[in-house]
């Protein structure tokens, strides 16, 4: 009796949520996976069935293999430079925990993280301007030769690693330094009594210790990666009025074949690639946790 | 003695080393502000200043006066309230449940909440957007909410803190009372849970404030725009002006660089448990 009052509560308190979950995220990703089977032109009735032609499609169209390859890039080179660097940050953030400035040191870190893309994506966007933009006055400076940041195909792909990489950088740091404090103290206190110095135990101790973390961050970092967008909008696209050149981004690609191009089959075939991705590389990590004997 | 004064001159420098690390990372924004100040024409100057040499306010007069600004800054504060409700609402029921009442029917809809986290809204968005036009709600706050309403992370971190931090014993001693469940639900349940919805409370804020793919799509006319897409598209829609850029940039900025200084514990808090989620 109290049991089936209770049940009836429980499905009476989750079906709100559980409806609109439902309905805002279970039915359109359904949608994505079906419309991908479809052509579906925006200007036309017809949605006929086209089986894996969209994706066949796909993999012939140098527009999307150029944002697939722009966005891989982006990814992966955000990782590279995000994992050390936080990792790195970290240890010394950790180190000086009882620091006055320990605060400090945490705030001004993770503030690129939380300040909106669009303004920060403006302050680099300056920063790298090709005439005007204090980098190259710097380079200048220094005796070099300028250089097209956001012009130049490679250059502002770089661009766009070094801006992700400066907005990830905080929430690397942030989720290290929880994994320092939960590090056991005893085994470091061991190591500095057999003489090994704060680099030695960093890198031999630490850094494996770590690893789970490194997974879990290479992760999350590539995932957003794979999501670049605002910062490709802002960064690369018409530059000071003048069409520039525009790093396409897998998202960039996607939106435009269905609001542009008005081929939503198309574009949801897109986006069914930009999940295969993302599955995988979580299907990768937590394979590689299970491989670590059940840590 | 000696070893003393060497940890000592080592930490110092760490410190040192640290400062300038900070200042570099907060040199991009510092030189965005700094440029609101600047007229135009100093914008233009090379080699560029870093610092305005006469600082005028006249940007942020023209930001405020001339520009929907403060209209876009309502339509992101405006979504950015209700989602956080919303999702604060709905984490906050779906949490304690899945947490507390071990039915087979919960715990296939949690695994189902739970399967879907990992799924960036990206892939989604586009079918989303037709049931958002299907409902004539393109261009309003109540069609971008639609994108926004529940956060699997959010339940997530509900039902943990619930499990953790709410005994059994306690909901049965109200039962034995004779309390109802939605009673326990607010009186007992919800004060128990008033850091962990905080925490999440400041991340849905955050994460409805700074979304940018979505509005881009859905809000397309321009005093419908977010603040985020409404600086996105400053250039096209106005002349060319650095400087009236970055002040625009710039009052935007600051109250969200200020909100998160006062409430950094709550978004730490709220983010290192997304780091334990295995």
């Known amino acids: 009796m109290l049991r089936r009052k209770r049940f009836w509560f429980a499905i009476m308190a989750i079906l709100p949520t559980f409806a609109i979950f439902g309905w805002v995220r279970l039915f359109p990703i359904i949608e994505t996976l079906r419309l991908s089977m479809h052509e579906w032109n925006l200007l036309s009735k017809n949605k006929p069935f086209v089986g894996f032609q969209n994706f066949i499609e796909l993999f012939g169209d140098n527009q999307f293999l150029d944002a697939l390859t722009n966005t891989a890039v982006i990814a992966f080179g955000a990782m590279a430079v995000t994992i050390p660097m936080s990792m790195g940050l970290a240890a010394i953030i950790y180190h000086r925990t009882r ?197 | 003695m000696s070893a003393n004064a060497r940890v000592r001159r080592s930490n110092f420098l760490l410190d040192v080393t640290l400062f300038v690390i900070c200042i570099l990372l907060l040199t991009p924004l510092i030189l965005l502000i700094a440029n609101g100040f600047k007229t135009p024409q100093e914008m233009l100057v090379w080699p560029p200043t870093l610092f305005p040499k006469d600082p005028t306010l006249q940007n942020f007069h023209k930001v405020f006066t001339e520009t929907p600004l403060l209209r876009w800054m309502f339509n992101s504060l405006t979504f950015a309230i209700l989602s956080t409700i919303a999702i604060v609402a709905t984490s906050a029921l779906a949490g304690y449940i899945v947490g507390k009442f071990p039915f087979r029917t919960v715990n296939v809809i949690f695994i189902l909440f739970l399967a879907t986290a990992i799924i960036p809204f990206e892939v989604y968005m586009i079918p989303l957007y037709f049931q958002v036009k299907a409902l004539g709600l393109l261009n309003s706050v109540g069609g971008l909410l639609i994108g926004y309403l529940v956060m699997s992370f959010g339940i997530f971190l509900i039902r943990q803190n619930v499990i953790a931090s709410i005994p059994d014993e306690l909901l049965e001693a109200a039962r034995i009372d004779g309390a109802g469940e939605l009673w326990i639900f607010w009186y007992v349940v919800l004060p128990l849970l008033r850091g962990p919805l905080a925490a999440l409370a400041v991340l849905a804020f955050f994460q409805a404030w700074t979304t940018f793919a979505w509005p881009i799509i859905v809000m397309t006319r321009k005093t419908s725009f977010t603040i985020e897409v409404g600086l996105a598209n400053f250039q096209s829609a106005y002349t060319i002006d650095l400087s009236l850029l970055s002040a625009a940039s710039a009052a935007v900025m600051v109250p969200s660089v200020l909100a998160f200084v006062l409430l950094r514990r709550n978004f730490v808090e709220g983010i290192a448990a997304s780091g334990m989620k295995e």
Request: hydrophobic share 55%.
């Open chain 1, 99 to 295: 620091s006055r400035f320990a605060g400090f040191y945490e705030t001004a870190v993770f503030i690129p993280h939380v300040v909106s893309l669009v303004p920060a994506a403006m302050a680099w966007k300056w920063i790298f301007d090709a005439k005007l933009g204090p980098l190259n006055a710097l380079i200048m400076g220094l005796g070099g030769d300028a250089l097209p940041w956001l012009f130049d195909p490679v250059l502002s792909v770089i661009c766009i690693i070094f801006l992700v990489s400066w907005q990830t950088l905080g929430y690397g740091v942030l989720i290290y330094l929880v994994g320092f404090r939960n590090l056991p103290k005893s085994v470091f206190e061991a190591a500095q009594l057999d003489g090994a110095n704060g680099l030695q135990s960093f890198l031999h101790m630490s850094v494996p210790l770590l690893k789970p973390i490194t997974l879990y961050v290479s992760v999350v970092t590539l995932i957003s990666g794979f999501n670049v967008y605002a910062q490709a909008y802002v960064l690369a696209s018409d530059t000071q009025g003048a069409p520039g050149r525009q790093v396409r981004v897998l998202v960039l690609d996607m939106l435009e074949n269905s609001f542009q191009n008005f081929r939503v089959g198309y574009a949801a075939a897109e986006a069914v690639i930009l999940l295969s991705i993302v599955l995988l590389l979580t299907l990768i990590q937590f394979g590689l946790l299970r491989g670590k004997g059940g840590r």
